[in-house]
C-alpha cells in the first residue's frame, strides 16, 4: 500500500530561521512527487513537480529536493508570510491518471 | 495560468437539502477533475474522480448517490451533495489536471465551506 509521511507535523520557527521539512515515501514506482501549500481555509497552491532522484527545484525562498525515499522542502530565511501546511502528495508510476496519495502535512508558523 | 475556481466559496444550509458545488477551470481544459473533502487539521481525502464525458470513479466508502458528481465539459464539474445532514459538513475542494503546464499536476479550487444545520 502506498504510503505518505510527512516530518515534522508543525514546525516552529523565527523568521530568517532556515530549516528543512522532509515528506517519505513508499511507492511501488514514483511517478511523480508534488509539493503544495495550503493556508487556512483555502485550497493547495502548486509549488513544485519533482519525477526523478536528483532532480531540485527552486521558487524564492523555497527549494525542493527529490531522493528515491523522500523529497525535502528547504526553507531559507523564511518570513512570516511563509507561515502554511506543506502538503506533499505522490503519484505511483504505471497507468497515467494514478491518483494522487497526501501525506498529512508540515505546520509551519514564522514568527517575527 | 491553471486557475481553478469553486462557487460557492461557502455555504450554510438545512438538513434535507441538496446542496450543488461547481468548480471551472478557467484558463485550460482540464480532462480529468477531482473533489476532495478535507476535516479540519487534516489532509485531503479524495472522494472521486472524473473525466469529461465519463461516469465519476468513486473511492472506497464514497456514496455516489449522495455525491452526484457530473463533468459536462472540459472546464466544468458539479458536486451535488443529496439530502445533505449535519455528518456532511466540510470543506469540499475540487482540484483539475489537463493539458499544459507539468505533467499530472493537479490545480486546486479555493474550496467551499459547507455547513449543515
Known amino acids: 500500500e502506498d504510503q505518505v509521511t510527512q516530518s515534522p507535523e508543525a514546525l516552529r520557527l523565527q523568521e530568517g530561521e532556515s530549516s528543512s521539512l522532509n515528506c517519505s515515501y513508499t511507492v511501488s514506482g514514483l511517478r511523480g512527487l508534488f509539493w503544495y501549500r495550503q493556508d487556512p481555509g483555502k485550497g493547495p497552491e502548486f509549488l513544485f513537480t519533482?519525477?526523478?532522484a536528483g532532480e531540485e527545484k527552486e521558487k524564492e525562498r523555497l527549494k525542493a529536493t527529490l531522493t528515491k525515499k523522500e523529497s525535502f522542502l528547504h526553507i531559507t530565511a523564511p518570513k512570516p508570510e511563509d507561515s502554511a501546511t506543506y502538503l506533499c502528495?505522490?503519484?505511483?508510476?504505471?497507468?497515467?491518471?494514478?491518483?494522487?496519495?497526501f501525506g498529512p502535512g508540515t505546520r509551519l508558523s514564522v514568527l517575527p | 495560468g491553471a486557475v481553478v475556481s469553486q462557487h460557492p466559496s461557502r455555504v450554510i444550509c438545512k438538513s434535507g437539502t441538496s446542496v450543488k458545488i461547481e468548480c471551472r477551470s478557467l484558463?485550460?481544459?482540464?480532462?480529468?477533475m477531482f473533489w476532495y473533502r478535507q476535516f479540519p487539521k487534516q489532509s485531503l481525502m479524495l472522494m472521486a474522480t472524473s473525466n469529461e464525458g465519463s461516469k465519476a470513479t468513486y473511492e472506497q466508502g464514497v456514496e455516489k448517490d449522495k455525491f452526484l458528481i457530473n463533468h459536462a465539459s472540459l472546464t466544468l464539474s458539479t458536486l451535488t451533495v443529496t439530502s445533505a445532514h449535519p455528518e456532511d459538513s466540510s470543506f469540499y475542494i475540487c482540484?483539475?489536471?489537463?493539458?499544459?503546464?507539468?505533467?499530472?499536476?493537479?490545480?486546486f479550487g479555493p474550496g467551499t465551506r459547507l455547513t449543515v444545520l
Open positions: 482540484s483539475a489536471r489537463g493539458r499544459g503546464g507539468p505533467p499530472d499536476t493537479q490545480y
Open positions: 484558463d485550460f481544459q482540464a480532462t480529468t
Open positions: 502528495a505522490v503519484q505511483e508510476g504505471g497507468n497515467y491518471g494514478q491518483n494522487f496519495v
Open positions: 519533482l519525477y526523478s
